[in-house]
């Protein structure tokens, strides 16, 4: 399946089924994974951005796995994705191509926060 940057950011059905397990888009649980997601993911991006200037594989392939992981449990397919195409470029010893891909994941986290941060406004305040 081939992913372009008009499909929805998030796996709906992946979401509503942790909105469920959450009890529901406004629960405190809920709000805090989101949050949690949020912060954890921008501090790998950062962390990854560092490894790369660095040329730091290693460390870049441990931000970007765990990325890939938590990203899933919010349905954030394209970063998944993304992330697996880094891994496999560092596994195959090409960190510069690898580095390249970290502006469209950093546009894709982009989307997906915004996303989030949409269906937490629908909660209380």
Do not use: W
């Not at 509503?16 to 949020?38: I, K, N, T």
């Not at 991006?45 to 938590?70: N, P, Y």
């Not at 349905?75 to 880094?86: P, T």
């Amino acid at each position: 399946m081939h992913e372009t940057s008009s499909d929805p950011p998030l796996d709906a059905l992946i979401l509503a089924e942790l909105r469920h397990e959450m009890g529901g888009a406004e629960s405190p649980d809920f709000q805090e994974a989101v949050e949690l997601y949020l912060k954890d993911a921008a501090l790998r991006l950062v962390a990854m951005e560092k490894a790369a200037t660095q040329q730091l594989g290693e460390k870049m392939a441990q931000e970007t796995h765990a990325l890939r992981g938590t990203s899933g449990y919010v349905g954030a397919r394209k970063i998944q994705m993304l992330c697996l195409q880094i891994e496999s470029l560092i596994q195959g010893n090409e960190l510069g191509r690898a580095s390249q891909l970290l502006a469209e994941l950093k546009k894709e986290f982009e989307r997906v926060r915004h996303a989030l941060q949409a269906i937490g406004t629908h909660g209380p305040a």
